[in-house]
């Protein structure tokens, strides 16, 4: 009996090794492509440089930090705005240099490092049809707003993610900022990928887009002009936990290096060959590393 | 009016809901939470019922002709054949029918009531199929023997007599639709999946139930109001719930 009994905890014991032992990483990502990418991509380049890479993705961003705070993730990419306004709730206005420096050294204190920011900014963004909007004479979100009000506009209808819709620095904040107190039934939330369709396919005149997606130049979509710079910088960057780093001491380095590739124009590329053309995102990744010399 | 006998099945539910219940409102802070939505919750529960009253007076509207046509004699031999089709219909999984309608008819309401549709129609057939079936053959006989053609045997015998297994499938068809109608919001449909879907995604446990136990209590509605009607429509003499 005892024989059993230590033998199973010997297995639990295997089972429930964290993944902080060296050379074992696990890469988290989110749910929608640019994500996907990054979390491929970043998995495909650790792999190849000799680690032994566990890969996660698909989760919504408050999963995901809380599994990284847990040690169940050691790295993934995130956004400087979001690492600062959703996890960390401060919500005044400060430069992208400033929202940097200021998410880095708070996150620093439960464990997380945010490495070389990258130069993609892959912001929240309004978006109409080009047509569209021109025919109404939209340029902005202010004139997206005062539309909305008009008797023309009253019966629109707004695209939005769930995330979006929920976040501190989310709807709420941006109706806030534009003194615009949007009426429920204008609203129509659904998951990130079909805002982009519901949109193309006047299912909606407005929606919520990621700066950095393909889709957005590939429908030839507006983006409205935040006049009142009201969204922050979200500079996609990796965050990884300490532990991690001091169990290998390589790999800040060999992170930054991907980061550096990283701009809004090689990322919305990245993007729209997965949801323009279709490729699949692992093809697209191993690609991008190929030419890059990291794989 | 003697008193409704609802259905062991649906005093088990009740009992196991508001137990539910009672765990949930001990759960901090939870009652705050509920109103917090409670403007979400009217506003997404009002157009859940909607989808679900569309998607299923379509598919009453197909069900019940089509269980008719094919307990006609002279459809007996076709009729297998069609149920087995519709039943392989039943196999194919909810979500796969939600993504199919998707692919041809965009993202939205529109192909969310036909999924919806799709995915009820086959009890609704089957019960008018069966329960005309089943209409005791003596009788058909006695309505042939007094003269009524055809059709008058159908509305005046065949069609009260199968009546409450009729309305039994349209209860299931409900009951489903009502639970199914969360799916909807994978394709854009607007329903209380949002609350759910989001709270997953948010790992947001206050929103998710806000989300999923109105659904819940939708459909034990439904399925209440159904059994009034039920109890309304079916004829005193075959209704096996007033005697």
Known sequence: MKR???????????????????????????????????????????????????????????????????????????????????????????????????????????????????????????????????????????????????????????????????????????????????????????????????????????????????????????????????????????????????????????????????????????????????????????????????? | MKSINLSPYFNALLLVTVFLLGIWVQSSGFVEQFVYYWDEILYLSGHHIKLTLISGSIAILIGVPVGIILSRPSCRKAADVVMQIFNIGTTVPTLAVLALSMSFLGIGDKPAIFALAFASVLPILRNTYTGLLSVPAHLKEAATGIGLTPIQQLVKVELPNAMYVIMAGIRTAFAINIGTVPLAFQIGGTGLGELIFAGIDLYDTPMMLAGAIPTAVLALIMDMVLGVVTFLIVSKGVNPNRK
């Open chain 1, 4 to 295: 059993v009994i230590a033998l199973l905890a010997t297995v639990v014991m295997m089972v429930s090794v964290s993944a902080q032992a060296a050379g074992k990483l696990v890469v988290g990502g989110k749910g929608y492509t640019e994500q996907l990418i990054m979390s491929s991509m970043t998995a495909q380049y650790l792999a190849g440089l000799g680690y032994d890479v566990d890969q996660r993705d698909g989760m919504g961003s408050t999963v995901l930090r809380t599994a990284q705070l847990n040690g169940q993730i050691d790295l993934y990419w995130e956004y400087t705005g979001t690492g600062l306004v959703t996890f960390n709730k401060v919500v005044e206005k400060l430069t992208p240099e400033e929202t940097y420096l200021r998410v880095k050294a708070l996150d620093e204190k439960v464990g997380l490092i945010w490495l070389n920011p990258s130069q993609a900014n892959n912001t929240y963004a309004l978006a109409m049809r080009k047509d569209f909007a021109k025919e109404k004479g939209i340029e902005s979100i202010t004139d997206m707003m005062d539309w909305l009000q008009s008797e023309d506009g009253k019966d629109a209808q707004m695209a939005s993610n769930v995330e979006f819709s929920a976040r501190p620095d989310g709807l709420k904040s941006l109706l806030e900022a534009y003194e615009f107190d949007m009426p429920r039934r204008n609203l129509r939330k659904m998951n990130s990928g079909l805002v982009y369709q519901a949109l193309a396919q006047e299912v909606v005149d407005v929606t919520m887009v990621f700066a950095t997606d393909g889709r957005v130049k590939a429908f030839g979509f507006y983006v409205l002009k935040d006049d009142r710079q009201h969204f922050p910088n979200y500079a996609l960057t990796p965050v990884v936990r300490t532990d991690a780093l001091d169990t290998n001491p390589e790999l800040a380095n060999q992170l930054n290096k991907l980061s550096a590739l990283m701009n809004d124009e090689t990322m919305s590329t990245l993007n729209a060959l997965v949801d323009v053309d279709g490729l699949s995102i692992e093809r697209v990744s191993r690609q991008f590393l190929e030419q890059n010399g990291l794989l």
